[in-house]
Every structure is written in structure tokens, then in C-alpha cells.
């Protein structure tokens, strides 16, 4: 543990983030994320949330301003008529980091999974809400 | 061995539960399976059989609601008229865990072999009943 | 993720509780503790207090009943004045779990280090509360 | 699984067994043994109770003749009153396999530990009677 | 790279430095000292000097409060009259991040060496000031 | 397989034979000889007796003429009256492959199992016969 | 080295020869062959001619009957005048072998590299002679 | 193979020679030593007697000057009468080699195995001849 | 060091050079070449000039007469205007080796590299001269 | 390659000189050390001599001020007549990179080896002058 970096943040997952470049992504999974049989690079973070994770992530890693939508959701599957509520959390914390902007593209579900396989890392987590995976696609550092 | 979970789930069994997600599945295999040539992960459960198990891991595990039939069984081979009887026993326990639904899809051998060599896990038992193999596919944790 | 199992116990730490047996130890090591330089097998919990962690713990892993004290805690270094706030709390969830008793043995820091490297696993934790480590033995599962 | 081969016998199982010779020893461990952190070899059988594996195993496992007593029970530990009821039944198997005789060496809790740390291997089962861990040497096939 | 992280912590040290608990001890080697031929863990910080190295460690990195002296210096070497004047500067350094103190232990060279030798990882630098090898026992971090 | 060479030579064991000069012990191991614990190198010939590989055997090896007795047999163990009857087959052979000579030592049976484990291999047999375990010290290749 | 068996076959060969079965084929290669860089198992016998080779390992090795020329030797390159000397060697080994028979196969150079690099192993040798390599293909060990 | 390398000289033997130092030893065992359960790093030369690796070697190879005696030859076992003939022939040779001087000396059967399992390498032959194993101390390159 | 070998030449590389066969092909390559990116085995000679090597090489290695050119220089980037001056030396030396004759073949730069890509071996060196890569193809070894 | 580092200091060789630190020794050995068998880094230099490695290397490499005698040579062996001549030139290139001293310490030849194989590496070398190796104790670098 070190003073001032969230204690939801592994030694792992910092090492992970440092890594990644600009352009790179990773997947904030739910619960029911099917993460460790499509992972490249597989984090658990196992009983947290994703919004803890997304708003602690954020703190630290720039969304990329070089495409117009930096955030990725998994669109709602057609016939489940839900309005994920999760995603309202999710646009007031990208919208705090990000500028006041949330731009956010949507996948249908098995275009998202293919994208999570080919991403820098997956982080698991026990979000129990529906629809609640999340890509980033890291940014430039600039400060 | 821990309080309360069933003698006949392994660590390693639950472990590998535990890491399946939406849509991940797993195969629950009679003694005669090739289970140990087809297998992405194996785990063994000699000596018991498939409906001791089925209703060890539906205590845990929830079927796929996304997909028309989250339970898929080998067709009788052409030419063998037996009336497979372990099936009466899968379908009262799918049913007492998936709100009395036990919508199953049926699979030629060839196919079911296909699709059990991409699953998440094989798990072996020593089930004597014939035509008594069964996927199953991992649905949300909703709870 | 499963039905019914505490969203803050991963895959990794069920494996591990459940291949104990009577009398091996686990460690749950606040913030603080050199659990990197000091564990046989290191389970990350990062995030998480030990509260936590203990009560999703000790509904499912039975306290030794044949020693008299089951429990260890870390005695307060000579020269800290303080009172472990926290204790109360863990004697609190022992008792709930350990039919009402709650026997602990106290070590001084460098013997608790100790018994803590000869451990099954260390479990890491987040816990920020002073003198929040604590070793369990595993007693015997009967019903 | 092959013909004549109780199905509790997995393919690990009959290879560890047939590996060893005489005066080599294995531990039939109940459901509480520290097995994980004792064993040279450790063999799974989750799920299954002492007497079955028993019974399967001295089917095909003949006991010493060379030493008085090549059965090892663990000694109840002073101040547990209890009669260990499995005993019994380990007599009447012991007797039914090894020409009437059911030779018994009884050991502090704690050798017992060690002799089990150099048995050739270490089977686990997920029996839950007390005390019910069993150490068998093996003797010569001579038929 | 994250924001607000200094571009002068790497993923790995970042990891390790997290890593390490309460009394875990880390050495800040100058230009000149033999990290190589005795680190247990090695991490490279090429071109960069010490103090850079100290202040953002020490952003992060609480002293141990628990012993006297948390800080270890290399004692000058009989005969060498140079007062090493980085000393200052580290003492500054500790001081702001330390509640104005900066008890320091001075050791003599070979058992500083052996001191680092078993230390949870030695940090090169490209430092050049002489005498400015540093080690620093890891406190608690209590906020 | 190769012409004129038995059948019952497998490629490793007469690799090994090949490897071993004068001096260099090989075990011939009755059904009940617990190798798998104690070899170097281990050479399994299941299914066949231990007469038929001596014959093989020394057809290519010859014995130590440098020391008294270049053969071992283990002693019948103090209790035991019988009188192995495959001691005959062995004196036998190795007078035929031994210029008529069958000098032999007897170990006590923990001797033997000492000296057993320091060959340079044992090789298995299913050999029913009781004390026919067998120990050949590699002598000169002199035509 | 063991009675009988030619000095000039290595424990490598021998085992290699061993396990070779029908139709398998093996690759003799003079001094200049570009084994390394083709064989799929090489076997090293520097020092030795082939005929030598031949002469040994014909001994133990049946020529395949199966094909009607089991034996293949490379083609002299268009505008190479030379009439090699040694092929009357090798049909004279291969018939003292064969029945009297030496059915032999031509193949040009590069098809002949292509069907050595497919053998199951490559010996190698000093062979100056030109055009001394030779490909054998196993028969059935029928006594 | 390479013009004018002598065809015995394998390129693994030619490595080995060429790594030797000044005061390093190499054995050249004749068909009856244990070198396989004796070398450091083994050469095989299967099918080569001795004097043939010797005079090829030593084309290449200085023997030491800083000794009395850079060979050493394994003593006539007590009892044995014969008189190694192959002796002469060593003489020979070395004295070619060594300006005229052949000193020699000689060591007690397992001396000379201990010696033997410390030098750098052990090159194994197919040599018959009695005794005919040899160390060589390598010397100084000068020209 | 042996005697008579140029010390220039390596224990690998003349290891490297005696295992080659007819056709197969070694890189010298200059200061600049991409040696460590393209090479299946590379023999570093740092410090050391083409020339030397090439030198040292030819004393050992012969050049293939099955092939018209069996020398390849890299051809001169068009717009280079230069005329690589130690092409001379190549020539003077290429022909003292091979019967007068030094015919060569020129590729295209990357022609060039992808057929070093395929070599047996590429040869690093410290040669400056520009152009100065250098392919030789082994011949037959005939003396 | 680099601009304006020596082309005779290999890649590998500037590594472990600049891993080295203060008070590290290399050995820089001529061509009949026994390099191999005695170090625990082995860098190899074939066909060059120690002084253009000891005059490239001392460019970069200060000796160590801390002891009285930072350079080591080999003392000549009782009954050597001979006065090193190379030993001239190390002085002279010795005083050139370190301020006019060449303080030298001489070891005894047995002594000398057990230094070597203490030290961080060993260079190898063709170099033929005799008592040509040289131990450098590296100093601190302070410009």
C-alpha cells in the first residue's frame, strides 16, 4: 500500500495501467463477464464495483481525445427492454475526468466481447449490475 | 473442505465455476467421454455420477437466459433405439433450478464433440447411464 | 461469480480455504503487513477490509476446537498506547461464527511475523485500522 | 474408466497405487486432514467417504504381513471423549481383505502427522467421520 | 504513464514499492554500488539521481516510525575526510516528508552491503554525489 | 524392435545398459520392490519376470570379475522360513552367462534398499516370485 | 558398451533404432550431408564411414518388403561424371542382408534432402566417398 | 566436416577442447568406464579406441608443463598380472606430442574414478584394451 | 585455444562450421547488418574485421563447386555511387581458396537479407567497410 | 554498433561492465585461463588480446581508490625464470587511466584462480603472452 493511491488499486493493476500507451484499452468487467476465457491479461479484482474502479482509474489514466468516442458499452441485447441504470453513474464520473464530455460508443454484444479479447487487459470485478462493462482507450499523458 | 458447500465439488471445480461468466460453457461427461483428448481444462470427478453432480453445481451456477435452450444433450445415435432414462432425471433437476424451464437443445455426436472441445471445462464422472453427457451454458448472476 | 458465495471471496482464496485442513493457518494482514516478503502462498485482497473479509470468511471456514485459542492477533508494541479499535469488531464476528467464544491468543510482533511465514497463505487486505492482522486455524468441518 | 475398476478409482489413483511397493505407505485422509500442506503426492477424491475408497483400494492393495500392525489409525487426542465409530467399520474391511486380521497401530495426533509427510502419497476424500484418517502399508502381491 | 504519477516511478517499481509492508526495507543505490551482484530484486532507474528518486518515493512511501532510525546511510570510509554534502539534501528531503525528523543510522560499508543484500529490492540510480546509497524501512501509511 | 536383439529389451533399458561401465550396479526388481520410490533412474518392464530379463540381460552385460560377488540378493528376512525357490533359476543363469560361477552376497533387506537406491538404475518386473529382487554389478566387456 | 553389439552403435543409436517401426526410415549421411540443418532427430557418429554403419545396423534392422525398393540413394547431379565407387559396396551389404536382393531407388538431389528431412532420424558420419548417402526404410521384425 | 580436422574430432569434442584452460583435465575413457554416471560434461565417441582420439587430440591439445606428470593412468588392480600393452602405445604418442617426454602418472582405480569426475569432461571410447583409460592435463598454448 | 586453430575462430563457430553440410549457407556480417533480428543461429566475432574471418574460415571451409556462384555480395543500393573498395580483398582472398576462382553472385538488398534469414548461421563482426556482407556456400569436404 | 564505443567491446561485454559497482572485479583472462570451468559470468573474446580489451575497457572503467591495490596479476610460479614482458604494457596503460599509479597486488597462480572465480565475470582472450591475466577491481565513477 503507498500514501494517496486507492487502496482498490493492486500493485497489479497500477503496473497495468503504467504500461499501457496511447490508444491501448481495458476492460472494466462485471460480474458475469466472461473474462478469464477471453482475457489477453486478466486482473481480478474480485468484491468491488465498477464504479469505484472506473472513478479510481480515472484519477490516473487520460481518455483518449484522438477518436471521438474513448468509452465503449455493450449495447442492450435486442428483447431485454432494461435501461441499464448504471450508466447514468457512468457518464457523471467519465463526464468529471473527461472535460464535462462522455462520448461513448455502443457494441452489440458479441462485437464488445471481441473487442475485450483483443484489449490490453480485462479487469474483473463483482459489479452486479446488468450491462455494466466498460472499455477505456487510454489517452495521452499530457500534464 | 469448507462449511457448507457439497463434499463432491473440488477446489479445483469451484475455482473453475468461479471464473466462467455469461455464455461460458461447461460439460459434464459420462464415463465414457473422451473427456481427457477433447478437453481446454479437465477436472476429474471419478466415482460420481452426472445427476449427483448437476445438482451440486445448479445450486451455484445459473443457466443462460439469453439463449433459447442453455442445455444441450447428444442425440441418440441413428440406428440405437434406446429411450435415454437419465434424461427424465436432468430434466427434473434443470427444471427445479431454472424455474421450471429445461429447454434443451439436442446435438448429432460429432457436433456435441465439437462444441464440448471449445468449452471453458470438461468435468469427468463415472456416470454409467448411456447418452448422458450434457453442457451447460453459464447464464447472469442476478442476486 | 456464483450464486450464493460472497462476492468478495475470488476464485484463488475459495481454492486455497478449501484445501486447508485441521490445524493449518491463514493469515488476513491489514495495509501494513510484509505479506510479499513474508507469505508460502499470497492471496490478494486489495480493496477490502478485514471485517470484511473475516465474517465472508468464517461462513464457510470452522475455528480449531482443539486448541484453546484459535485466533492470533498481534500484540500492541510496547510503547504504543493505543487500543486496536478494531478487535472489538473481530471479537464480535468470532463469536457470532464460534459458538459465542472468542479465545485469542496475543503474540508480540516479531513471533506473529513468524507463525505468519510458516502459514498455508497470507491473505492481503486494504485494512487501514492498526493491528488488524489476524491468523486463523482451521478446525474440523462436521456437519 | 475400464471394465472391473470401481469407478471411485481414478486414473491418478490405480497409478500411484500400482507404482508403489512394499513397505511403501498411503493416507486415506478424512475431509479435515491438512492434506494440501503435508503431501509428497497428493490424489484428490473429493466427494467420496474413507470406507469406499477403502474397500475399492484393498481390493486390489494387500497389506503388509511383515510388520505386526500395517495399519496406522490416529490416537484419539486426550480430552475428546468420543469412540470413534468409524473404527468398526474399518475393522470389518481391514478383516474382510487381510485374512481375518485387522492389526492396528495407533498414533499420537501429531507423529501421525509426520509419518503421513513421508507416506508415498496422500488421498484425500471428503469423509467426516472423526478420526477416520487411516495410513495402509503396502505388503507383497503374491498370487 | 498516468497522470500525477512522476514519470520517474516505472510500472515496476511502482509495483514493488507497493508490495513491500510495514519494516520491508528498500535501497536507493547511487551510480557506483554493486547493485547487481547483490540484489534480491533489482530495479533499473538509469539517468536519474537520487534525490529525484527519494522525493517521489517518499510522496508515496511512509518512514517507519517504529524504530529510531529508519533511514540508513553509508558511514564515510576511514580516511576518506570528504563530507558528503548530498547528505543535506537528503535530510531535507526526509524531513519534509517525515514530521520534520530525519533520524538517520550510519553504517559501515560492508555491513551497509550486507544490509542491502537482504533488502526487498535495491533501486539503481545514475546518482553521483558519493555516499549516496540510502536505505529506507517502509512505515505505515495510516491516512 | 531390432532382429536378434529379445524383445523383452525395450529401447531405454538398453540405452541404459549401453550407458552403464564397470563398476555401475543395475536393480532387477521383483513385482513388490517399492522402486518408484527409491530409483535414480527408473526402467519399467511390466508384465515380464525377472529370470527372463537376467537371461536377456546378461546375454550383453557382464558381471565384475574385480570383486568377489558381483551379484545381490536380499536375505530372507529373520521369521521367514522359506527357502526362495527362484534363487535356483538365478544361480542357474549366472553360472551359464558367469564362466560357471555364481558368487552371490546377501544384504539384510534395508541394505539392500540403501544400496538399491544408489544404483545406477532399477528396472521393474512383475516378477511373483518372493525375494527375487537382484542387484548386478557391470564388470569388463573384454571380447 | 555391452557383449556383442558392434562398438561402433552408440546407446543413442540403438534406442533410435529401437523405436522405429514399419515404414519408418532412416538417413545414413556421408561427411558432407547438411544433416544439422535438416534432421528432425540427428544422431552423431563422427569418425565412422558409412559401410561400416551399414554393415552394423543391418545386422539388427530389416529392410521394408512391403515397398519394392526400400532403399534410397541420391541420383549423381547432371554433368557429374563420376560413377560412384561405394554403391557397389552398399549392394553388396544390403544383399548379404536383403535375401540377396538390393532394389534401390534413385532420387535427385534435392528431392532426396526433402525425404531426409522427413526421416525419423539423421546418422551422421565421415564418409568421404561421394554420394555415399543412403536411406533405409524399416521392415517387419518377424522372428 | 571441415579440410584438414580430423573426421574423429567431433564438433562438440572440438568445443569442449578449445573451452579447456591451462590446468584443466579431460578423461578418455576406454569401453568400460562409468563415465555416464561419473562426467561432468560427457563426450560419447562411440565406436573410436583410444589412440586415435589420443593422436587427433593431441595434434590439437598442449599438455601441461607446469606438472611433473600432465597424464595419469589408472593403476593395475593388486592381483591383476597382465601388463597393459596399450600402455606402449600411449607412450608413444605422447612423446611424439610432448618432446620426447611421456611422464606419467599413475592412480589407484577409484583415485582415478574421483579424479575423473572432476575434469572438465570425460570423452567415452569403444577401446577394448585393458586399463586403457587416460587423463590429459592441458598445458600452455605458446605458439 | 588449441593449437594451430586461429584464435579469431571461436569454440561456437567452429563448432558451427564443422556441422555444416553441402549447400548450406553462413553470413559474415558487417557492423551494420541486422544480424541479432534475423539470424536462426548467430555467432557474435565483435571486434573483428570480414577480412580476418573470411581468412581464417576458407583455411577450413570449402566453397560449393555445384553452384556457379557460390559467393553473394550485397549489391550496391541504387543511388549509392560508391565502388565498395574491400570487394578487392574479397576477390584476392575468395581465389587463393577456391582454385583461382571467386564467382559471385550479387543480390538486391533485401533479397539479400531474407536469403541470410534462411542461413545456417550468421557471423557478427566490427568490419566498417560498407557493403561488406558476404554469403559463402559450403562445398564437399573431399580430402 | 555504436558511435564511439570500441568496436572490440561486444554488447554483452559493456552490459556486465556497466552493471557492475564499486568494489565488483572482472577478470580480464588470456588465452589459456581456464575461463570456463571457473566462471560465473563467462564473456567471451576470441582472438583478441588483453591489452586492446584492458586499454578499451580502462576508457570506461575506473579502478577502485578504496584499496590500496586495485589491479591483480598471476605472481610467476616457483621455477619460471621468465619476466612477463606483457606486464610493461599493463603498466603503462594502467598509469594512463589512473592518474600515473599502477599499484599492483601479485597472487600466488591457486590463489589467483579462487579469486577469479569469485568475480563478477571473466573475459576470455587470445592473448599468448604468458601471465597475461589481470583482475580489475572497479572504482567509483565520479566525473
Known amino acids: 500500500m ?18 499501457m ?26 468484491g468491488h464495483n465498477v464504479p469505484d474502479l472506473l472513478e479510481a482509474i480515472l484519477k490516473y489514466f487520460p481518455l483518449d481525445t484522438y477518436v471521438k468516442k474513448p468509452v465503449v458499452l455493450m449495447e442492450v ?6 435501461e441499464p441504470v448504471i450508466w447514468k453513474k457512468y457518464h457523471d464520473i467519465i463526464k468529471k475526468y473527461n472535460n464535462g464530455s462522455s462520448a461513448i460508443e455502443y457494441l452489440e454484444r458479441f462485437e464488445f466481447y471481441n473487442r475485450a479479447s483483443r484489449a490490453y487487459a480485462i479487469v474483473t470485478s463483482s459489479e452486479m449490475a446488468l450491462y455494466a462493462n466498460i472499455i477505456l482507450k487510454k489517452g495521452v499523458v499530457s500534464e
Chains 1, 2, 3, 4, 5, 6, 7, 8, 9, 10 share one sequence.
Open 77 to 82: 441485447v435486442a428483447g431485454d427492454s432494461l
Open 21 to 46: 500507451g496511447h490508444g491501448d484499452e481495458i476492460v472494466l468487467a462485471d460480474a458475469n463477464f466472461p473474462a478469464a476465457s477471453k482475457a489477453r491479461r486478466l486482473v481480478r479484482c474480485d
Open 2 to 19: 503507498l500514501k494517496g493511491i486507492p487502496a482498490i488499486i493492486s500493485p497489479e493493476l497500477i503496473k497495468v495501467l503504467m504500461e
